[in-house]
């Protein structure tokens, strides 16, 4: 009997080791390859709270999967041990196992320099959360968290979770408002609108407000309406063609004189360089000889030669 059941433990013991086996190979197989992957750890420490945040979730460079996490905890079981418990810092630390095929220890050290920030994000409505690795603009406004430790891994700095920013800004504001002294507001809105009323309604003393000055404009727009009426306005067309043509003969009786005149002083200007003719030629005849003709000068407005009358 016994030589009988020999072959049989052979055959189970074959097959257990070749189930194993197959499993093991299963598990290279089918485990994305991450044994046989180069990676490295860098870790990140959060003063906010990450709920959701579970070991093995991702880690993700704007949105590209290039590692996940490995341990969550805080800062006063693993760095701050010495320190008394009222000065720990109680960091969240959260160590993440980056994958070099996506990304070396070299160029994380580099975009960190180039501010390189981690921050927790949440996948919606599910509840889970992951890590998400982004540039910022200004490192400035967002300064890295301190700490006297020495980090058993290359450090990225952290930003506040985007929840946790929305509910302190709201925070702050009901805190403000709540600091906020109502009765002094009221007291100034009361007097605005004092001010209001005064400016509309006048107070009495001079000032009548905005109510006067529109029925005042209504009295200006009604009377510009009356004068751009159709009768009134060809009365005042007729009167002011009347009154120009009036000016018009006045400007032509004047260019008429005008005329008269420029002759005349053109004759005169005539009779004294003849004068002045003679008297260069022959000054002594301009006393012994006979006076000259008597000039009459005409009327304005006549016509015909005007001359000497001898």
């Not at 041990?81 to 720990?88: D, G, L, T, W």
């Not at 509309?200 to 005042?216: H, P």
């Not at 004189?257 to 009779?271: A, C, F, G, P, V």
Request: proline share 4%.
């Amino acid at each position: 009997m016994s030589n009988n059941s020999n072959p049989n433990y052979f055959r189970l013991g074959v097959f257990v080791l070749t189930a194993i086996g197959v499993l093991i190979a299963l598990i290279l197989i089918f485990g994305s390859g991450q044994f046989f992957k180069s990676s490295f750890m860098v870790e990140t420490y959060i003063k906010q709270s990450v709920t959701g945040l579970n070991t093995g979730a991702d880690v993700r460079f704007r949105g590209v999967k290039i590692g996940q996490v490995k341990l969550i905890g805080l800062s006063g079981d693993i760095y701050e041990r010495e320190v008394s418990f009222h000065e720990r810092r109680q960091y969240v630390v959260v160590r993440m196992q980056i994958f070099g095929d996506k990304v070396t220890e070299e160029q994380i050290a580099e975009f960190v320099e180039n501010n390189l920030r981690a921050r927790v994000k949440s996948m919606g409505i599910t509840g889970v959360s992951y890590v998400e690795f982004d540039f910022v603009a200004k490192g400035a406004e967002t300064p890295t968290l301190e700490y006297e430790w020495t980090s058993a891994y290359p450090v990225i700095p952290s930003m506040p979770n985007q929840a946790d920013e929305i509910i302190s800004g709201i925070q702050k504001l009901i805190g403000s408002l709540n600091e906020m002294k109502v009765g002094e507001v009221q007291k100034k809105l009361d007097s605005l609108l004092d001010n209001l009323n005064v400016m509309i309604g006048g107070d009495g003393k001079g000032n009548e407000g905005v109510i006067r000055s529109v029925k005042d404009l209504n009295v200006i727009l009604a009377r510009i309406a009356k004068v751009t009426d159709k009768e009134e306005l060809s009365v005042l067309m007729r009167e002011l063609v009347g009154a120009t043509v009036a000016l018009r003969q006045t400007i032509t009786s004047i260019q008429g004189d005008t005329t008269m005149t420029i002759e005349n002083l053109k004759q005169t200007s005539e009779n004294l360089n003849e004068l002045s003719r003679i008297a260069s030629q022959s000054p002594a005849s301009l006393i012994w000889g006979e006076p000259p003709p008597k000039f009459t000068p005409p009327l304005n407005g006549a016509q015909g030669q005007s001359g000497a009358q001898k």
